[in-house]
């Protein structure tokens, strides 16, 4: 074979091996993860503001969202927009919110996430409907969060994806979320 040929089978393999991992990053974006970045405090002291995570998107095709999942949803206020928040409350879930705290089916909800000496604001009582979420973000101040005690319930249709991982800033942040 002379130097020209091999050269041209060089740049073909070259060719398709770029190509493969282009389509394999279109389908792993597409179908199974995404990154995400953090804006605001709403999430705060769980997440802060430009945290980078991975969101996984299909678990909610093999599972049903769970109370403590934290979600990315499209916002309800503003479909340009995603929100970050934490579930509270799944389908048939009674949520209240009383003299400041959360309670679920009558029980209190325990959060280790939040800040404990901060009063969830905003008095409800709402029985979560069929395919539906209740949302709240982990900082609780006052206007710090635009979640379900503003927007309401929310489609399970509207999640876009779990976030399971913060892969930015390296540190003691990173790792798996809970």
Same mark, same amino acid.
């Given at each position: 074979?002379?130097k020209e040929?091999?050269i041209?089978k060089e *740049?073909m393999?070259?060719?398709?091996?770029?190509?493969?991992?282009?389509?394999?990053?279109?389908?792993?974006k597409m179908?199974l993860?995404?990154?995400?970045?953090?804006?605001?405090s709403?999430?705060?002291?769980t997440?802060?503001?430009k945290?980078?995570?991975?969101?996984?998107?299909?678990?909610?095709?093999?599972?049903? +969202?769970?109370?403590?999942d934290?979600v990315?949803?499209?916002? +309800?206020?503003?479909?340009?927009?995603?929100y970050?928040?934490?579930?509270?409350?799944v389908?048939?879930?009674?949520?209240?919110i009383?003299?400041?705290?959360v309670?679920?089916?009558?029980?209190?909800?325990?959060?280790?996430?939040?800040?404990?000496?901060?009063?969830t604001?905003?008095?409800?009582?709402?029985? *979560?409907?069929?395919?539906e979420?209740?949302v709240?973000?982990?900082?609780?101040?006052?206007g710090?969060?635009?979640?379900?005690?503003?927007?309401?319930?929310?489609?399970?249709e509207?999640?876009?994806?779990?976030?399971?991982f913060?892969?930015?800033?390296f540190?003691?942040?990173?790792?798996?979320?809970?």
């Amino acid at each position: 074979m002379s130097k020209e040929t091999n050269i041209k089978k060089e *740049v073909m393999e070259w060719v398709k091996s770029i190509a493969l991992a282009v389509v394999i990053a279109f389908v792993i974006k597409m179908f199974l993860f995404d990154t995400t970045y953090v804006v605001g405090s709403s999430m705060f002291p769980t997440l802060h503001n430009k945290d980078r995570l991975f969101t996984n998107k299909i678990g909610y095709l093999l599972k049903t +969202p769970q109370r403590g999942d934290i979600v990315v949803i499209e916002a +309800p206020d503003d479909p340009d927009k995603d929100y970050i928040k934490r579930i509270a409350g799944v389908e048939g879930d009674l949520v209240e919110i009383k003299n400041g705290h959360v309670y679920v089916n009558g029980e209190l909800y325990e959060e280790d996430y939040i800040k404990q000496d901060i009063d969830t604001q905003g008095d409800i009582s709402i029985q *979560v409907p069929q395919g539906e979420i209740f949302v709240l973000g982990d900082n609780r101040e006052l206007g710090a969060s635009k979640d379900s005690r503003y927007f309401g319930t929310v489609k399970e249709e509207a999640v876009k994806g779990r976030a399971v991982f913060r892969y930015f800033p390296f540190g003691e942040r990173f790792g798996v979320l809970h």
